[in-house]
C-alpha cells in the first residue's frame, strides 16, 4: 500500500453570523466576525505547505444559503489554490449547505469532486490507491441510517467513508443520518470522515472514526481549540494529528466572591483568576464570558450600576492580556439577608415582584416587548439566538433586582 497524507475538515460554515453580540469594541467584533474565513486560509495555507495528497470537507462547507455571492467566491478563491497546488477537494454537502439550502451557485475549479445526495458515490486515486465514499444531504433533515447503503470497500485500496451524521447522538447537535459504530464498521472501510459535531472526538480506533470540529468557535458555546485533522498513512499504518486553525477563542469563567468583598476585592479575584485564563489562549484573542457568583453584602451596590461594574470587569480583563475582551458579564450574586429590605417592603414592591419564578402570562407580555424591541434592532442584530444577550427570565430577574437596588438606596 502506498503512502499518503490528507487533510479531513468538516463545518466550515462560511458566511456564519457572529453570535458575541455583547462585544462591544466594533473592531475585535469584527475580528471575529471575520475569523471563520482566515480560518480556512489557514487551513488551505496548512494543506499547501504540507504537500497533502487530498482535502476531505465532510459537511456544511457554508452555514446556509447566500445573501449574496460573496462566500461562493471566497471558497472559490481558496479551493483554487489548493487546485493550482494540485491538491485534489472531495467535497460532501451538510444539513447547512444541503441541496435544498443552496440556491446560489458558483462555478468550481476542477479539482473539486461532490459526493452524489441522492444515493451513495465513490471517488478513485488510482495512483494512491485510495477509494473515497460518500452521500451528501438532499434535504436539510437526513432522519435516515445513510450509512448502511454505502458501496463495499475495494479490496487491497485504503477506503474512506465521508458522512454527516449525529452518530447515536451528540447533544446539543441535531440527530442527523443516526447510526452506529457497528454500522460504521460493517463497510470495512479504513477510516471514517465524519461531520456535524464541533468539537474534536476520536470516537473509535479501529477502523479510526473521527470528528475533526469546526474550524472557528462561533458563540460561547464553541470554545477552546478549533481545527481540522492531519491523517497520514504510511504502509497501512495511520496517524492523525491536528491542526489547529483558529483566530480567535471563546471562553467562560466563574468566579466565587466572598460576602465582604466590596467590588474592588472582587475585582482583585477576578484578575487573579485571570492568570490561569491567559495561558489558554495560545496568542489569540479572547472573548471571556464571566460569572461572579456568590452571597455578598454589596450585591445591591454592585446591581443599581452594573454598567459601570461591566466597564470594570472589561478594564480588569485588559489589565491581565490586551486581548481578552468581555463578551458577557452574569452577576449570579445573592443577598446577605433575605431580598427584602426595609426600603423595598415600605414601597410594596415584593407583593408585586415575586422573588423566584414569573407568571406565564408576565412572560409572555415581556417576550411580546422584547420582540417589539428586537425587530428595530439594526444590521441582523435581531438574528441572533439571544439578541438582547438574555433569555426572557433572566432580563426580567436583571430588572427585579434593579428594582430592588434603587429602591434600597431611596
Not at 171 to 186: G, N, Q, T
Not at 276 to 287: G, Y
Request: aromatic share 8%; with cysteine.
Amino acid at each position: 500500500m502506498t503512502s499518503f497524507r490528507f487533510i479531513h475538515a468538516a463545518d466550515l460554515h462560511l458566511g456564519s453570523p457572529f453570535q458575541g453580540l455583547a462585544l462591544k469594541d466594533a473592531a475585535i467584533a469584527e475580528l471575529f466576525i471575520e475569523a471563520s474565513r482566515k480560518a480556512f486560509s489557514t487551513l488551505v495555507d496548512q494543506a499547501i505547505e504540507r504537500s497533502v495528497d487530498f482535502f476531505i470537507v465532510a459537511g456544511d462547507a457554508y452555514d446556509g444559503d447566500w445573501k449574496d455571492n460573496k462566500i461562493g467566491l471566497f471558497f472559490n478563491r481558496e479551493v483554487a489554490r489548493l487546485e493550482r497546488a494540485g491538491i485534489p477537494v472531495f467535497l460532501l454537502k451538510g444539513n447547512h449547505d444541503a441541496e435544498s439550502v443552496i440556491t446560489k451557485t458558483i462555478t468550481l475549479p476542477k479539482n473539486v469532486s461532490e459526493f452524489p445526495v441522492n444515493k451513495p458515490g465513490s471517488f478513485k486515486l488510482e495512483h494512491l490507491k485510495v477509494a473515497l465514499h460518500g452521500q451528501g444531504f438532499a434535504e436539510r433533515s437526513a432522519n435516515e441510517n445513510l450509512a448502511l447503503a454505502y458501496p463495499k470497500p475495494e479490496t487491497g485500496w485504503f477506503n474512506i467513508g465521508v458522512l454527516h451524521t449525529s452518530l447515536t447522538g451528540r447533544e446539543p447537535h441535531a440527530p442527523y443520518a443516526p447510526c452506529s459504530i457497528e454500522d460504521l464498521r460493517s463497510r470495512g472501510y479504513d477510516y471514517w470522515a465524519l461531520g456535524h459535531v464541533h468539537d474534536f472526538e476520536v470516537v473509535h480506533d479501529d477502523p479510526l472514526v473521527v470528528f475533526p470540529g469546526n474550524l472557528q468557535g462561533r458563540s460561547i458555546r464553541e470554545q477552546g481549540s478549533k481545527g481540522a485533522v492531519l491523517v497520514t498513512v504510511e504502509d497501512g499504518r495511520i496517524t492523525h494529528e491536528r491542526v489547529i486553525t483558529d483566530g480567535a477563542r471563546f471562553g467562560q469563567l466563574k468566579v466565587e466572591v466572598e460576602p465582604d468583598d466590596a467590588p474592588p476585592a472582587i475585582l482583585q479575584r477576578l484578575e487573579t483568576a485571570l492568570d490561569d485564563v491567559t495561558d489558554t489562549m495560545e496568542e489569540r484573542p479572547l472573548a471571556l464570558r464571566i460569572t461572579l457568583e456568590g452571597r455578598n453584602r454589596f450585591r445591591s451596590e454592585i446591581m443599581s450600576r452594573r454598567g459601570d461594574f461591566r466597564d470594570e470587569v472589561q478594564a480588569a480583563c485588559h489589565r491581565a492580556h490586551a486581548d481578552i475582551w468581555l463578551e458577557k458579564l452574569e452577576l449570579r450574586l445573592e443577598p446577605v439577608t433575605e431580598a427584602g429590605s426595609a426600603a423595598t417592603a415600605a414601597l410594596g414592591i415584593e407583593g408585586l415582584i415575586p422573588a423566584d419564578g414569573f407568571p406565564q402570562e408576565v412572560l409572555a407580555e415581556a417576550q411580546a416587548r422584547i420582540s417589539e424591541i428586537v425587530s428595530r434592532l439594526p444590521g441582523g442584530i435581531g438574528a441572533a439566538d439571544l439578541p438582547l444577550g438574555d433569555d426572557v427570565d433572566a432580563l426580567l430577574a436583571e430588572a427585579r433586582d434593579l428594582l430592588y437596588a434603587r429602591a434600597a438606596r431611596g
